[in-house]
């Protein structure tokens, strides 16, 4: 069976019985001897065969070979069909035989083919001119432009007349450009297209005048343009009051001596200019306090960003021995204030323990921030340091310093650990490495 495809339909299924001119000129040379088809059709013209010169249809062998790589007449050995020759000679026999143009044909509503004596093509060809002319066939069948909406299917000479006549077609509004519209519809969107040329309402169509005006122009044309306009002195506001037609306007002002309205005009331009004036200098004055306030801000800005919102430093506690004697529970060592960022923080270290009961024999230690008024995030850190570095005892800990200001552990470390032998009491002295960070403020989400 042989498949022509025509433009945006079904593609239609001929035999080459159905397109030769002459069938009785198709010998039995050209039947495949498995499913007595022609070995060939008009769109790959090409006759397979073995090496001993049996010719099979393309189909009938890649059948065949799946299940056997052999000839299905003389059982030659063939691995595939792209090993498999071209009877050289059946193919150029095949390329000259005259068929009809497939657009000769239609299709039945049955779903039939038959010839279409009236409005098919009536060309005769070779098979080996096929292509070319299908690619310029008059004849084939398309589908109307406006596909979505008219589902006409026709044949590419007879489209213009459809054309004409096809009430789904889309066009373009030749004013505005506004593409898509269908006939059926240009009526309506004529009467509301902005480009759409009307008459003036005040029937301006004198030849002086442009008779018609975009339909967007109108408001325009009528207060700025139109001669029938009625319209007021220039001078309205320095007294004169008449009014006119807009087309008299000259002959207004050569009637009527306006000197009186003009020396008023400028009176009045007088006065709004030392009201401009003086409004300018009280502006003058804003913009110059807006602009020194500006400076400090930026400056105030400078300030901000040159802050560290993160510290790290040492603090060594000498004489150890002494200072567990010196301070008892809860008495603490206080650590020299410092900054991060804004905000003042110091350290307490209690050697035997701070005032909670669970604090007893344990070294306690806590961040304390000076100011509560305002919430702060901090993310911190304390690390005790041992000879042994993988010996190091460190927590961490992420808090918001507000109401409470103190945060840290009342546990920090068993005091019977903290000794010489250990590795934590180096020279009599103990180290203590410290890390604080400010986090930014978090945002609530927005809820609507």
């Given at each position: ?89 059946l193919q150029k026999e095949f390329r ?56 006409t299917r026709l044949r590419k000479n007879q489209l213009k007349d ?287």
């Open positions: 069976m042989t498949t022509i495809s025509q433009l945006n339909i079904t593609p239609i299924k001929f035999s080459i019985n159905d397109l030769i001119v002459d069938p009785v000129s198709l010998s039995e040379n050209f039947n495949c001897p498995i499913c007595e088809e022609c070995i060939m059709d008009v769109n790959k013209c090409e006759a397979l065969q073995c090496k001993e010169g049996h010719v099979h249809c393309r189909l009938c062998w890649m059948k065949s070979l799946e299940s056997k790589k052999e000839c299905m007449t003389c059982r030659t050995r063939v691995n595939s069909v792209d090993s498999l020759s071209k009877n050289i000679y000259n035989k005259k068929i009809f143009c497939p657009n000769l044909f239609r299709i039945l509503n049955s779903g039939k083919i038959e010839i279409d004596e009236n409005f098919g093509c009536k060309e005769i060809l070779k098979v080996d001119e096929l292509e070319g002319h299908i690619k310029e066939c008059q004849f084939q069948f398309i589908e109307c432009p406006n596909d979505k909406e008219c589902k459809h054309e004409e006549k096809c009430k789904k077609l889309k066009s373009e509004c030749e004013f505005c450009g506004e593409k898509g519209l269908v006939i059926d519809d240009i009526k309506v969107h004529y009467s509301e297209c902005e480009k759409f040329p009307i008459k003036c309402p005040q029937n301006c169509n004198s030849p002086t005048f442009n008779p018609t005006i975009e339909r967007g122009r109108i408001k325009y044309h009528i207060e700025n343009e139109c001669p029938f306009t009625v319209i007021q002195c220039k001078y309205r506001d320095a007294g004169c009051i008449i009014q006119f037609p807009r087309s008299e306007l000259s002959e207004h002002m050569k009637l009527i001596d306006h000197s009186k309205y003009m020396e008023a005009t400028i009176d009045q331009h007088i006065c709004k200019f030392e009201k401009s004036e003086k409004e300018y200098k009280k502006l003058e004055l804003e913009y110059n306090r807006l602009k020194d306030d500006f400076k400090i801000l930026q400056s105030e800005l400078k300030v901000i960003r040159e802050l560290k919102f993160n510290y790290q430093n040492k603090w060594v506690i000498t004489n150890w021995s002494q200072k567990l004697q010196d301070y008892p529970k809860p008495k603490s060592i206080e650590s020299p204030e410092f900054m991060v960022g804004n905000l003042k923080f110091k350290i307490q270290f209690y050697p035997n323990g701070g005032i909670s009961d669970e604090s007893k024999d344990f070294l306690s230690i806590y961040l304390y921030k000076f100011d509560d008024q305002i919430p702060s995030k901090v993310q911190f850190s304390f690390e005790l340091l041992n000879k042994d570095f993988t010996r190091n005892r460190k927590l961490a800990s992420t808090n918001i310093f507000h109401t409470e200001n103190k945060w840290g552990w009342r546990s920090f470390i068993n005091n019977s650990l903290v000794t010489a032998q250990t590795g934590f009491v180096i020279q009599n002295s103990v180290t203590l490495n410290i890390n604080i960070e400010i986090l930014p403020e978090e945002k609530e989400a927005f809820t609507s």
